[in-house]
């Protein structure tokens, strides 16, 4: 094989045209000419191999620019960039000319919004799809996972744009701004509910924020939830069923950027009253603020991608468990030397949603720590949001007063009329981690809204589940989240699978360098994701612990011996096995019956 | 033409995407002309696909009515080729030779022209002679098979034949609606056709119509436009794709939003304002009139004097709707698709927001322009689908509309019933399986362990009784009211909120936040008019579902005794300043509450753990005591089973349970038709077995403790044998319903282990929720018992110990016993007078 011919960063969609053409030369020369370029509907022509083989085995990767709100306007377009983030909405389809024939070459337009040559009149031509999603930055991501994968500074590539061009792209983009205040009432909605998420987010947040502002950017805020307020990418998907991509999956997508000031221009409003209900709904994505990105390469991310340095060793137990330790003591000492939290703590971190059986969720573990007020809470309460900030990839704080309830929005809403997905705060990917402060609730009379909100956090504990509002109908998502109350005493509305009593002995002041958060970090996000096998023997020894359990308490139910065997089959993963053994349990039980003592 | 590559030819006006969709009759027919005309002499043979698109034609059927667009049409129909002067020929000049060719077939009346050449439609191998002669065939001759039997003296007419008279004579349909499944019985081919090139197909189909109603009735002014619905098979919205485009397809979604309705301009009509001379009408040429330069008045002459009068213009409605996903369609974690529809004339406001409709349409893209002035098009496409015909299917979910009601059972059976047809085949195939009883059983809350004959009592009362209403206006209800009572932690609750899941119109509501007005009705003032109004509580709303009530103990007693009219006559009445009203709440009612205790406690009799008042329990069909008893063998099972939860268990048995869909269409499909009659034998049994538990009750011993029989109890249990037919969707009720219906009741109240003596329940008899094999095997138990003790003791001999016994008894068979079951066989023995225990030996007696 020879290497590129074409600059694969500068110009990728030379690359891909260049081994279209070849492509359907080829096609051609086999078939006899009759229609070369059908079977290229929906599949590579090996354009794809191509940028893998750039981007994965040549170590390009690390030359592609990390598409962001901060240099946008700066690339240049129809170069290659990576964008991460939150499949937020799904915009169904797009019909375009994929491959025409001009003369007697085939022209691909895929991986663009424009055909380079002037599409010849009349002219064969083949019509392709390809899927819209829209993509936000991760809600909740913390900061230290953006340091992972740092792309090259933009400025000092070839590929950045000159100040004339600069410029220009200026003056579209402030047309641009006029266009949508005009006709865009989604824009204007938005912005009048602006002020309003604004003041919740400051009044019960800013303590935190104000805590730790070198550690959170605004991201972690609840800004991203204002659609169109925050940065978002339209990325186009070609070649793969839709069913691939599910909502909220967290991607990253190596693709071309586009900007074309022709497509910002605004359409003719003439005679298209009635054309409004068929135009899409990119039409209100401009797109000097939403980049469109044709995907090349999509990768779905997981924990370990966000870590900065994959750790070269394999995980032994012997590994995990000195990591496990390490990071045990210094839970422990974040939580006042409380040991049990900190033992609880640890499992919940560790948990994640294995199965789900109609109603029944396996797996989870939500705890509640009680016995904070307001003071503790503020101590503990930000000192653990800081840890779990430092240690998981996202992660929200949620301070649950009759306030916030009554007024945020929690729900993600579809507006048919925009045909959009309004986001709300439980639109939230895979294994997030959200921790309510209940302390801050006193009080107070909920407004229908705010019963909404609460019976979505209650569904939310107890099945995993967040209903988006459709208008018409309401649909049920599936989740995993994490979730962890602090509050005075048993928390009546988020009921958590595990109650744990919080006794702190001495006030909290430690600190973690950088390699151990590293190497913590690499520790939930291996053990989170360690494969469990369990031999038969096992199960038999599992099912008589419990008959003999039962045996002891009757008050036992189904419930609590299913959180049991949870927390063991955590527990035993924290060591890094694969399999639960009779220990595993044993700890377990006597972790429940400290438990026990203390809510006595 | 519409090219998105207009930019190189500039003559061409920009292509707007409007004309495509909208465009006048005459170029319908001029454009399909120039298509076919194409085909014969082109000499560039293009793909099939592109010539798709390439050239959206306007379907022939966009035909508004009006006289001038018959006018237009007996053009067409009234053997004249259409001349190249009419006025609506602003596009380039057809040639007029080939134009009387191609207009050979048609003007000959739907009939074949042997001599012409045979014309194609361009790019296909569809003979329009060919297609023309097959329409006509179906219009005449289909015969609707269903109507075979029938005698009716205009049945030597075919089916559309008939529509197509009853159109003539009523004068006010404008449509023929055409079923595509005839179409397909009758030519299979010409559907398939039709599917694929529905716009060249539909264009002939109009003009075979017209010509058609031309013969019969000559004066026929209006246009009649052919409906096709009901295709063969539909698409998934998600599944449309760009093999789809300029193809007939059938779609299902929900109506999310309609654009108001827009007056489209189709002919234009100019006044010279210099002499007052009005123009003949200008068709509408893809979304754009050309205004005449020059006034046609020989005299006048005047240029650019002409100017459009609105009033005498013609206009047509249309409207854009959006379509959307039905949420069962849509798959996890994807949210739904939308498509844009076109609604024409008669199809305008056919349904509103929140409609779930079938659409069968054309599915069509269009280029999109870049900007008034820009004539490049990109190369992007929007879709849309040209409406043909629109159906309302069912409302939301199959079982809201359910007539469990006597009123009148019979009068929505029409239109639902051919769409639910395939589903309905299915259900009665399942209904005739042997064990759909304990299929069912197994379907309700399979999470949820054990408790198998609360389940069963729970199924009756979702399948529910037949109501009755005698002539003399008394009223017995159909549905079935239950009790849960029982210990903490034994899934009551989850059972409630599975039943409300699965219940049409279920409400949920906890005893401790509802008040008596809350569950009932309460009035309130209008805060805007001051006037009363009446607000229904969770009862009300519950109108012909279930209402689930959590934790029934905690209920005030005011609001329980609301309960009492509710729960037998069924209806909520309310007497307050102003307003006097009885509303309807036929409602069934599943209560659960703890025992008194709040656990239940075996010294004290049912009634005393219950502690409800006499009168509401009697109210209720079935009362479970859902007791938590030590028994190691549910402890293991539950053990297994939380086991099996959280481990991919290999050996874990897989069972046949019908998921939660079906099994909502099943109970709805039921309920509303079938409708069980007691047989003879089954009455007989009924009276036997309850004077046998009236004698029961009326033990000496007694004093009240127990629940008697009582005549509320013989109607419970018609309800209950009639809902046990109704599973199988049976017509009759037959003794084994009867019988089984018996067992539930006696299981219910644990009666079976409630010593008469005292009214207190003997612990050790309990078998809460056996399972049928589970008894099966206890019976086996029992007799392999039995067996034993006849063969190895003297009646009178010595006593033997439990355990010899136990080790004969697994010498003797493979099945694994514990000294448990044993004794509790031994229980069983003892009661039929074999065998006395004392502590832990056996003696026969």
């Given at each position: 094989m020879v290497g590129p011919q074409y600059d694969l960063v500068g110009n990728p969609l030379g690359a891909v045209r260049a081994t279209f053409e070849r492509a359907a030369e080829a096609a051609a020369a086999e078939s006899g000419g009759r229609e070369p370029v059908a079977a290229f509907r929906g599949k590579d022509w090996g354009a794809n191999e191509v940028f893998r083989s750039f981007l994965f085995e040549q170590g390009g990767l690390d030359k592609?620019?990390?598409?962001?709100?901060?240099?946008?306007?700066?690339?240049?377009?129809?170069?290659?960039?990576?964008?991460?983030?939150?499949?937020?909405?799904?915009?169904?389809?797009?019909?375009?000319?994929?491959?025409?024939?001009?003369?007697?070459?085939?022209?691909?337009?895929?991986?663009?919004?424009?055909?380079?040559?002037?599409?010849p009149h009349p002219c064969d031509s083949h019509l392709w799809e390809r899927h819209l999603f829209h993509c936000v930055p991760v809600p909740g991501q913390n900061s230290w996972t953006r340091e992972s994968s740092p792309g090259p500074d933009v400025c000092t590539m070839s590929i950045c744009l000159t100040p004339e061009q600069r410029e220009k792209r200026k003056r579209g983009a402030d047309n641009d701004a006029m266009d949508v205040s005009e006709n865009g009432n989604v824009e204007a909605s938005s912005s009048s509910k602006k002020p309003k998420d604004d003041d919740a987010h400051n009044s019960n947040s800013s303590p935190e924020v104000s805590m730790n502002k070198e550690h959170i950017p605004e991201m972690n805020g609840v800004d991203h939830h204002i659609p169109g307020s925050s940065f978002s990418c339209l990325v186009k998907v070609y070649d793969m069923p839709e069913s691939q991509v599910k909502l909220n999956d967290v991607a990253e997508f190596i693709g071309v950027y586009t900007f074309d000031p022709e497509l910002a221009a605004p359409t003719d409003n003439s005679d298209d009253i009635m054309f409004d209900l068929i135009e899409d709904v990119t039409a209100q994505l401009p797109p000097s603020k939403v980049p469109r990105l044709h995907c090349l390469v999509r990768r779905k991310l997981s924990a370990h991608d966000f870590l900065s340095k994959p750790p070269t060793a394999e995980p032994s137990p012997i590994l995990l468990k000195s990591i496990r330790q390490s990071l045990l003591s210094h839970l422990t000492l974040v939580l006042g030397k409380d040991e049990l939290a900190a033992q609880c703590l640890l499992l919940h971190l560790l948990s994640r949603l294995l199965n789900k059986v109609d109603v029944v969720t396996v797996g989870r573990l939500s705890l509640n720590f009680t016995g904070f007020n307001r003071e503790s809470a503020s101590i503990f309460g930000n000192q653990i949001n800081n840890l779990i900030q430092r240690l998981l990839p996202y992660s929200q704080a949620i301070p649950l007063s009759i306030e916030y309830l009554n007024t945020a929005t929690l729900q993600p809403r579809k507006d048919n009329k925009s045909g959009r997905l309004i986001t709300g705060v439980l639109q939230l990917p895979q294994g997030t981690h959200l921790t309510f402060d209940e302390t801050l609730l006193q009080?107070?009379?909920?407004?229908?809204?705010?019963?909404?909100?609460?019976?979505?956090?209650?569904?939310?504990?107890?099945?995993?589940?967040?209903?988006?509002?459709?208008?018409?109908?309401?649909?049920?998502?599936?989740?995993?989240?994490?979730?962890?109350?602090?509050?005075?005493?048993?928390?009546?509305?988020?009921?958590?699978?595990?109650?744990?009593?919080?006794?702190?002995?001495?006030?909290?002041?430690?600190?973690?360098?950088?390699?151990?958060?590293?190497?913590?970090?690499?520790?939930?996000?291996?053990?989170?994701?360690?494969?469990?096998?369990?031999?038969?023997?096992?199960?038999?020894?599992?099912?008589?612990?419990?008959?003999?359990?039962?045996?002891?308490?009757?008050?036992?139910?189904?419930?609590?011996?299913?959180?049991?065997?949870?927390?063991?089959?955590?527990?035993?993963?924290?060591?890094?096995?694969?399999?639960?053994?009779?220990?595993?349990?044993?700890?377990?039980?006597?972790?429940?019956?400290?438990?026990?003592?203390?809510?006595? | 033409m519409v090219h998105f590559a207009a930019v190189s030819s500039p003559d061409v006006r920009p292509s707007s995407p409007l004309p495509a969709t909208n465009s006048s009759p005459?170029?319908?027919?001029?454009?399909?002309?120039?298509?076919?005309?194409?085909?014969?002499?082109?000499?560039?043979?293009?793909?099939?696909?592109?010539?798709?698109?390439?050239?959206?034609?306007?379907?022939?059927?966009?035909?508004?009515?009006?006289?001038?667009?018959?006018?237009?049409?007996?053009?067409?129909?009234?053997?004249?080729?259409?001349?190249?002067?009419?006025?609506?020929?602003?596009?380039?000049?057809?040639?007029?030779?080939?134009?009387?060719?191609?207009?050979?077939?048609?003007?000959?009346?739907?009939?074949?022209?042997?001599?012409?050449?045979?014309?194609?439609?361009?790019?296909?191998?569809?003979?329009?002679?060919?297609?023309?002669?097959?329409?006509?065939?179906?219009?005449?001759?289909?015969?609707?098979?269903?109507?075979?039997?029938?005698?009716?003296?205009?049945?030597?007419?075919?089916?559309?034949?008939?529509?197509?008279?009853?159109?003539?004579?009523?004068?006010?349909?404008?449509?023929?609606?055409?079923?595509?499944?005839?179409?397909?019985?009758?030519?299979?081919d010409l559907y398939g056709k039709m599917v694929r090139y529905p716009l060249e197909v539909l264009a002939i189909f109009d003009i075979v119509l017209m010509d058609l109603v031309a013969r019969i009735e000559p004066l026929f002014e209006k246009h009649i436009q052919t409906r096709i619905?009901?295709?063969?098979?539909?698409?998934?919205?998600?599944?449309?794709?760009?093999?789809?485009?300029?193809?007939?397809?059938?779609?299902?979604?929900?109506?999310?939003?309609?654009?108001?309705?827009?007056?489209?301009?189709?002919?234009?009509?100019?006044?010279?304002?210099?002499?007052?001379?009005?123009?003949?009408?200008?068709?509408?040429?893809?979304?754009?009139?050309?205004?005449?330069?020059?006034?046609?008045?020989?005299?006048?002459?005047?240029?650019?004097?002409?100017?459009?009068?609105?009033?005498?213009?013609?206009?047509?409605?249309?409207?854009?709707?959006?379509?959307?996903?039905?949420?069962?369609e849509i798959p996890e974690g994807g949210t739904p698709h939308t498509v844009s529809v076109l609604m024409h004339d008669k199809l305008v406001d056919a349904g509103k927001p929140g409609d779930r409709v079938e659409i069968t349409g054309i599915y069509r893209a269009m280029t999109i322009r870049i900007g008034p002035t820009q004539r490049t098009v990109k190369s992007i496409f929007k879709t849309y689908i040209d409406c043909l015909h629109i159906k309302k299917t069912d409302k939301s979910r199959l079982h809201i509309e359910d007539s469990m009601g006597t009123d009148n059972p019979d009068a929505n059976k029409t239109a639902e019933d051919v769409s639910l047809g395939d589903k309905v085949e299915k259900l009665k195939e399942l209904s005739k399986l042997p064990d759909i009883y304990d299929r069912l059983t197994r379907s309700l809350a399979p999470n949820i362990w054990e408790l198998d004959d609360v389940k069963r009592g729970l199924l009756c009362q979702l399948f529910g009784g037949n109501p009755l209403r005698l002539p003399s206006g008394a009223n017995f209800r159909g549905d079935i009211n239950i009790l849960l009572v029982g210990d903490p932690g034994t899934s009551k609750s989850q059972l409630l909120q599975y039943m409300h899941k699965l219940s049409p119109r279920g409400i949920y509501t906890s005893g401790r936040g509802s008040s008596a007005v809350g569950l009932t009705a309460y009035v309130a003032k209008d805060p805007e008019t001051g006037e009363t109004v009446l607000e229904s509580g969770a009862l009300v709303l519950s109108d012909k579902g279930v209402c689930c009530i959590d934790e029934f103990d905690k209920m005030s007693d005011n609001a329980r005794s609301m309960l009492h009219e509710v729960m037998e006559q069924q209806t909520v009445s309310i007497a307050k300043a102003g307003i006097i009203a009885s509303l309807n709440a036929r409602t069934s009612v599943l209560a659960c509450a703890n025992p008194t205790e709040s656990r239940y406690n075996p010294r004290l009799s049912v009634i005393d753990n219950i502690h409800l008042a006499p009168t509401l329990l009697s109210r209720f069909d079935l009362i479970y005591l859902i007791l938590d008893k030590a028994d190691e063998q549910t402890d293991r099972r539950l053990a297994k089973h939380i086991v099996s939860l959280h481990f991919e268990n290999p050996n874990i048995e897989e069972i046949e349970a019908l998921d939660l869909p079906t099994l909502v269409a099943y109970i709805s499909y039921a309920r509303k038709y079938i409708q069980p009659r007691l047989s003879d034998e089954a009455a007989e049994e009924l009276t036997r077995g309850y004077v046998e538990m009236r004698k029961r009750g009326n033990n000496p011993g007694s004093r009240k403790k127990v629940i008697t029989a009582t005549a509320r109890q013989i109607e419970s249990l018609i309800r209950l044998s009639e809902a046990l037919a109704r599973m199988r969707f049976s017509e009759v009720v037959e003794v084994r319903d009867v019988v089984e219906a018996f067992r539930l009741l006696e299981v219910a109240m644990q009666q079976s282990a409630t010593d008469h003596a005292t009214g207190t329940i003997d612990m050790d008899l309990i078998m809460t929720g056996v399972s049928a094999s589970e008894r099966l095997r206890r019976d086996n138990l029992v007799a392999a018992t039995r067996n034993l003790v006849m063969e190895k003791m003297q009646l009178g001999g010595a006593s033997v110990r439990m355990i010899e016994l136990l080790e004969e008894l697994r010498k003797q068979s493979s099945m694994e016993i514990h000294l448990h079951d044993l004794r509790s066989a031994l229980g069983t023995l003892m009661t039929e007078g074999a065998v006395v225990i004392h502590g832990d030996s056996v003696k026969r007696v």
């Open positions: 592609v620019p990390v598409l962001d709100a901060s240099n946008l306007g700066l690339i240049k377009p129809n170069t290659l960039v990576r964008f991460r983030g939150m499949v937020q909405d799904m915009l169904g389809n797009e019909y375009y000319v994929g491959a025409f024939k001009d003369g007697s070459t085939w022209r691909t337009n895929k991986f663009s919004d424009f055909s380079p040559f002037s599409i009080s107070g009379s909920l407004t229908s809204k705010g019963v909404e909100n609460t019976m979505l956090l209650k569904n939310l504990m107890e099945s995993q589940m967040v209903e988006y509002d459709f208008e018409y109908y309401k649909l049920e998502m599936a989740t995993d989240i994490q979730l962890l109350t602090l509050s005075e005493g048993k928390s009546n509305i988020l009921l958590s699978d595990l109650i744990v009593p919080f006794r702190p002995s001495c006030v909290p002041g430690v600190n973690a360098s950088a390699e151990e958060l590293e190497s913590w970090r690499w520790y939930l996000a291996t053990v989170r994701s360690l494969p469990q096998s369990t031999e038969s023997e096992t199960y038999q020894m599992i099912q008589d612990e419990m008959v003999s359990a039962m045996r002891d308490d009757r008050s036992l139910g189904c419930s609590e011996l299913s959180r049991w065997l949870t927390m063991a089959q955590i527990m035993a993963s924290s060591f890094g096995e694969n399999s639960l053994s009779i220990e595993h349990w044993q700890m377990v039980k006597e972790l429940e019956r400290l438990r026990k003592e203390r809510l006595q | 005459a170029q319908s027919g001029r454009s399909g002309g120039r298509r076919r005309r194409r085909g014969s002499a082109s000499p560039y043979p293009s793909s099939p696909s592109l010539g798709g698109f390439e050239t959206p034609p306007p379907p022939g059927r966009r035909t508004p009515s009006g006289a001038a667009t018959s006018r237009q049409r007996q053009n067409w129909t009234g053997r004249f080729p259409p001349t190249p002067s009419t006025p609506m020929s602003t596009d380039d000049v057809p040639p007029s030779s080939e134009a009387g060719d191609e207009d050979t077939p048609e003007t000959d009346g739907g009939g074949v022209d042997a001599d012409a050449a045979p014309v194609f439609v361009w790019g296909t191998n569809i003979s329009v002679q060919d297609v023309n002669a097959a329409i006509l065939r179906f219009l005449r001759h289909f015969r609707d098979p269903r109507d075979a039997g029938r005698v009716d003296p205009v049945m030597d007419e075919g089916k559309y034949m008939r529509a197509i008279h009853r159109i003539l004579e009523l004068e006010g349909g404008e449509s023929l609606d055409v079923d595509a499944h005839d179409l397909f019985d009758h030519d299979p619905y009901n295709l063969k098979s539909s698409v998934c919205l998600r599944n449309l794709n760009p093999s789809d485009i300029e193809k007939m397809v059938s779609i299902k979604g929900m109506i999310i939003r309609c654009s108001s309705v827009i007056p489209e301009l189709k002919e234009a009509v100019f006044r010279c304002l210099v002499c007052g001379f009005y123009s003949e009408p200008v068709m509408v040429d893809r979304g754009r009139v050309t205004e005449p330069h020059i006034c046609q008045k020989e005299q006048c002459k005047a240029t650019n004097s002409m100017t459009l009068v609105h009033n005498r213009c013609r206009f047509a409605d249309k409207q854009i709707i959006k379509l959307q996903e039905t949420p069962d």
